[in-house]
């Protein structure tokens, strides 16, 4: 009879699949990760209880920061091919008499929420860094006599009309900016919106309010 | 596949030390340990980046007809609990009809009160003028997360939705806030509207009136 030899070896395991796999999800998650673009204004939103998150594409937004200024934001629109910011920077020049090079606009593209006067946009694109940028970041003017902030939400809401509007307002900001701005909202017939909050559970008790 | 074979086996001229055929392997463990913390990483940031938003509906500015609309609540008296937002987070409140006059406000002033943003403050008011309403959505989403009416959350909602549309009872709240008040007041107000399931609330300008309440009113 063959004698049956035990083999004595420590067990392997294989973990080659597990990294291939490993390494698949996070090149997965790397990729679909948009990190939170750079805004050009920190604002402390209030809480709310609301679940809703937030559309990521096509929309417009609207800041409101601690110390009232308005600042800006607006996307390509449902896909980058329509060049909404491009179209809607076009108009905004020919509004105030300001001319943009292809490669303003180029740029302009790519940038973020902004809070700039159309007299200082020409510099705030062409400046080098973040810190430059924020020098011209003084706050969209939103007065009547002279409103920009309803020019831009106007031309983009003619070049896209299927936009979003959001508000994203700073807790300590005055109600009294909160309302010109749901006003500029509201002449561009926009009265369904969202306002950006953070999720704060709420727990009620029926019995402690009988 | 990663392992490595190394041929170990050219010592021949060392006579009896031969050298022992092995393979290398790489310990893997620590690579696996770091990519599965960088998963965890960017799959809990994906999640979690994207802000909330709560929708407001505000009436448009000039409404082209009020035509007969059955949705159009009535105006009574004694459901329309009036909200005024000031500053240092302060609410004062009061049911009933909006001054007109200074008659108005001489019997308004007797019945306005201040609150907070504080549980016990509107909310319990809210409530208060709410619970039949209130009651009726709480146990219908009750029994749904409970199982015991297996509907969809499409049809719950729906069922919420018709709750609030066929309320008679509930309170017609009027949201006004004055110069001094926060945008966070606003914003905690409408909050509590929905924590409390409030079927018609609307946000209308303050009149003079109750401003010279809110003058009045005891510190």
Same mark, same amino acid.
């Given at each position: ?45 209030? +809480? /709310?209880?609301?679940? =809703?998150?937030?559309?990521?594409? *096509? ?5 409101? !920061?601690? $110390? &009232?200024? #308005? ?54 694109? +062409? /400046?080098?860094?973040? =810190?430059?940028?924020?020098?011209? *970041? ?5 007065? !009547?006599? $002279? &409103?920009? #902030? ?61 | ?219």
């Amino acid at each position: 009879m063959a004698k049956l030899k035990v083999k004595h070896s420590t067990p392997h395991i294989d973990m080659t699949p597990m990294v291939d796999l490993f390494t698949l999800l996070l090149t997965f998650f790397m990729l679909t990760t948009s990190f939170k673009p750079t805004e050009a204004v920190i604002v402390d939103t209030p +809480n /709310s209880i609301s679940e =809703t998150t937030a559309p990521d594409k *096509n929309m417009m937004m609207i800041f409101i !920061s601690k $110390d &009232n200024k #308005l600042y800006y934001s607006f996307d390509n629109g449902k896909d980058s091919t329509s060049h909404v910011r491009v179209k809607v920077l076009e108009e905004m020049g020919k509004q105030y008499g300001v001319n943009f090079t292809e490669k303003e606009k180029e740029e302009f593209e790519k940038l973020g929420s902004f809070g700039v006067k159309m007299e200082d946009m020409k510099k705030w694109i +062409n /400046s080098k860094d973040a =810190t430059e940028r924020g020098k011209y *970041n003084t706050g969209i003017p939103y007065d !009547s006599t $002279d &409103n920009q #902030l309803n020019k831009w939400v106007l031309y983009t809401r003619f070049h896209n009309q299927t936009v979003q509007a959001a508000v994203k307002g700073d807790a300590l900001a005055d109600y009294e900016t909160a309302k010109k701005v749901f006003d500029i909202l509201l002449d561009n017939k926009l009265n369904k919106f969202n306002l950006t909050t953070n999720l704060e559970k709420v727990e009620i008790k029926v019995s402690d309010y009988k | 596949m990663a392992e490595i074979i190394a041929n170990e086996g050219g010592g021949k001229s060392h006579g009896k030390k031969r050298a022992k055929k092995h393979s290398t392997h790489i310990d893997m463990t620590p690579m696996v340990d770091l990519m599965s913390l960088l998963i965890t990483f960017f799959m809990l940031t994906t999640a979690f980046s994207k802000p909330k938003v709560m929708e407001i509906i505000l009436p448009e500015k000039d409404p082209i007809e009020n035509n007969e609309n059955e949705d159009q609540a009535e105006f009574i008296g004694s459901r329309t609990l009036n909200l005024i937002l000031s500053g240092d987070d302060k609410v004062y409140y009061y049911v009933g009809k909006p001054p007109m006059n200074d008659e108005d406000v001489a019997t308004i002033q007797t019945k306005f009160q201040k609150t907070d943003y504080s549980k016990d403050g509107i909310r319990k008011i809210v409530l208060k003028m709410n619970m039949l309403l209130y009651e009726k959505v709480d146990s219908a989403t009750q029994n749904v997360i409970t199982g015991k009416s297996k509907i969809s959350q499409d049809s719950l909602l729906s069922l919420i939705k018709n709750f609030k549309k066929t309320d008679k009872k509930g309170p017609l709240v009027m949201i006004k806030a004055d110069k001094k008040a926060k945008y966070k007041n606003i914003v905690d107000v409408i909050d509590e509207m929905s924590i409390c399931n409030v079927a018609r609330y609307a946000i209308v300008d303050i009149n003079k009136y109750e401003e010279k309440l809110i003058i009045l009113a005891p510190k």
